[in-house]
């Protein structure tokens, strides 16, 4: 398996528009979190999802950030809209289990300017 | 949220062995153990979890107090490519993963 990919890598867009991260977990995997990872906050759990379903969202920061699970292999993640604030880089993982190892995508590095 | 504290840092010399500690006195008994690390410009990676007993893998070893208050990361012999944050996690059917802020762990060549 390829492990957890996602797209775009890097992304810069100016304040105000509508930025979409995308994920796709391992296959075979029922869980898939998003987090965000910055100097000041360290990294945080936004989201996850059990079997397509979202679980909790209680990290979402606010109504401007929602994500998506419409099949087993595909997520995003979306900001709409985004401010300068939502710098940062967003990992995706996956996991068979609860309690088992997530394995992580190499993050998207989102800058807003 | 069940809650770890680490040292912000950590030195080591190549090829010595490395404890990282990790006190979680808050953890319930259904609380899992889990270290994950995170290399420069790279996503976490798992290194290794446990319950109450002392584990061991191919990369580390997991050392677990009868209290199970605290928990210690063991390297056996550092190598410059071990270099990264260390994230002692605890997490159980209820509770997010809360990675905190982790150990900088230097290697020393």
């Known amino acids: 398996d390829a492990g957890v990919i996602q797209s775009p890598r890097h992304e810069v867009t100016e304040m105000g528009q509508e930025v979409t991260l995308r994920c796709k977990p391992i296959?075979?995997?029922?869980?898939l979190f998003w987090y965000r990872q910055t100097m000041m906050r360290g990294l945080e759990l936004l989201i996850y999802?059990?079997?397509?379903?979202?679980?909790?969202d209680s990290g979402m920061p606010e109504d401007r950030f929602s994500a998506k699970m419409p099949n087993a292999s595909f997520s995003t993640l979306k900001i709409q809209p985004s401010e300068p604030r939502d710098s940062a880089v967003y990992f995706c993982?996956?996991?068979?289990?609860?309690?088992?190892?997530?394995?992580f995508g190499p993050g998207t590095r989102l800058t807003v300017t | 949220d069940a809650k770890t504290t680490q040292p912000n840092s950590m030195e080591s010399n190549e090829e010595e062995p490395v404890h990282l500690p990790c006190n979680h006195s808050t953890i319930s008994g259904t609380d899992y153990i889990h270290w994950y690390r995170q290399l420069p410009s790279q996503g976490p990676e798992y290194v290794i979890h446990?319950?109450?007993s002392n584990v061991n893998n191919r990369m580390a070893s997991l050392a677990i107090a009868e209290d199970r208050k605290s928990s210690t990361l063991i390297l056996h012999r550092a190598t410059l490519r071990d270099a990264a944050v260390y994230y002692c996690i605890l997490t159980n059917t209820g509770n997010q993963f809360y990675f905190g802020t982790g150990t900088s762990l230097t290697v020393i060549p």
């Open positions: 999802f059990n079997n397509n379903v979202p679980i909790d």
């Open positions: 446990g319950l109450t």
């Open positions: 296959s075979g995997h029922d869980y």
């Open positions: 993982a996956s996991s068979l289990r609860w309690f088992y190892e997530q394995y």
